[in-house]
């Protein structure tokens, strides 16, 4: 991995690499540059195979962070490439020619966390949920209990107790 | 409103045009009536009493739950020996388990379900998600009560209930039909305004007709 890092970073401005495992890591780049990384990694370095496409939200940094996470079958190694993108008015571009399934994952992107990804295929269509209003749901400043409470009927009566107490009361009654 | 779901001009084989609607033309638009019970009580005992002895349960598993239901097919708790079975139809099935959380994107395929079973129908609610919620309390995506959308007739209780709970819920249900106070599906139909309106409130993307079998 050190070595593939190595390499890559004469080709591109690669960030610090972040081994998770021997054959787990992961590497930042810059978003200009992310198609010519991925399609070396692809046709030159052995990555064939798009694992997965997620986000994570970075509410108070103010971005997103794209995973694109890669698989080299041949030496089993994973490698993952993240993005920073900026949270406001969130626009990727679509790798969708470079690997036909990452048209799912953007259109999933698109529906749980609002990045736009022009150009993809079926992108605009409801994926998981349908008629939805609000923020996308995975947005961190997304309030799920608040929406919870607004819009679906609760059935009164409903207690939440914090298991140690509980369990704590119901085994040593007498004890405080 | 899906594009399959819109006015349009068809050609037919011979050549000639037609308009078709399909949200008209697909389905039926009567609401569902109140059905009486027979006219002496002696045949309405009787008739629940067939109702009770052949519980045809409609296979959609809706949640999680639906994984309890399957050990009850097999002969370690052999619901069939009780006149339970499973259908794959709606049409072919008296009684709907919803087995599980109920999301309102499967919420909608559930009421078009209940819908076209063939009444008299009863509900059964598994699992505590069809209670109050349950681990899915403060979901964006899960109605919390079931009662609301569908009539229900008897709850399971349980996070997941066992196989054996679930056939004491068909024992129980097979008492209330008996009893003649499985009137879910009459339920259903006074209070059809009531459901539809609560449906609507969680199902922003209505395309289809209010009642359709």
């Keep these: ?176 | 409103m899906k594009e399959e779901l819109k006015i349009r001009v068809v050609k037919g084989p011979d050549g000639v045009e037609f308009e078709v609607e399909p949200l008209r033309d697909y389905y039926c638009e009567a609401a569902p009536t109140v059905m009486p019970g027979a006219y002496i009580k002696i045949v309405e005992d009787m008739f629940n009493w067939a109702r009770s002895e052949s519980i045809w349960i409609l296979g959609f598993g809706t949640g999680c739950g639906a994984i309890e239901m399957r050990p009850l097919m097999t002969p370690r708790f052999d619901a069939y020996r009780y006149g339970v079975q499973w259908r794959p139809t709606p049409r072919q099935a008296n009684l709907f388990v919803i087995s599980g959380y109920l999301s309102t994107k499967t919420l909608k395929r559930a009421i078009r379900a209940y819908e076209q079973m063939q009444s008299p129908k009863y509900v059964i609610g598994l699992g505590s998600c069809t209670i109050n919620g349950g681990m899915y309390w403060d979901s964006y995506n899960t109605i919390k009560r079931l009662d609301d959308y569908l009539p229900v007739d008897l709850y399971i209780a349980g996070c997941m209930p066992r196989p054996e709970a679930l056939l004491a819920g068909f024992m129980d249900m097979k008492k209330l039909i008996r009893a003649g106070r499985g009137e879910g599906a009459n339920l259903y139909a006074e209070n059809f305004e009531w459901y539809k309106a609560n449906q609507k409130r969680v199902i922003h993307d209505w395309d289809m007709p209010d009642y359709n079998w």
Aim: glycine residues 6%; negative net charge; proline residues 6%.
């Design chain 1, 1 to 176: 991995m050190r070595e593939l890092h190595t390499r890559l970073a004469k080709l591109f401005p690669l960030g610090e690499l972040t081994e998770q495992r021997t054959n787990l890591a992961f590497v930042s780049v810059p978003q200009e540059h992310l198609r010519s990384l991925l399609l070396h990694l692809r046709d030159r370095e052995g990555f064939t195979h798009l694992v997965l496409l997620t986000a994570v939200d970075w509410l108070e940094e103010g971005q997103f962070q794209l995973t694109y996470l890669l698989s080299n079958r041949g030496k089993a190694c994973d490698l993952g490439v993240r993005v920073m993108i900026p949270r406001d008015g969130a626009t990727m571009q679509s790798i969708h020619e470079l690997w036909p399934t990452a048209a799912t994952y953007q259109r999933e992107l698109r529906e749980m966390f609002g990045i736009a990804f022009p150009g993809s295929p079926r992108v605009e269509e409801d994926f998981i949920l349908e008629g939805w209003r609000d923020i996308p749901p995975y947005r961190r400043d997304f309030d799920t209990l608040k929406f919870a409470v607004e819009n679906y009927s609760q059935r009164p009566g409903r207690e939440t107790h914090d298991p140690a107490t509980h369990m704590k009361q119901q085994l040593y009654p007498g004890e405080t």
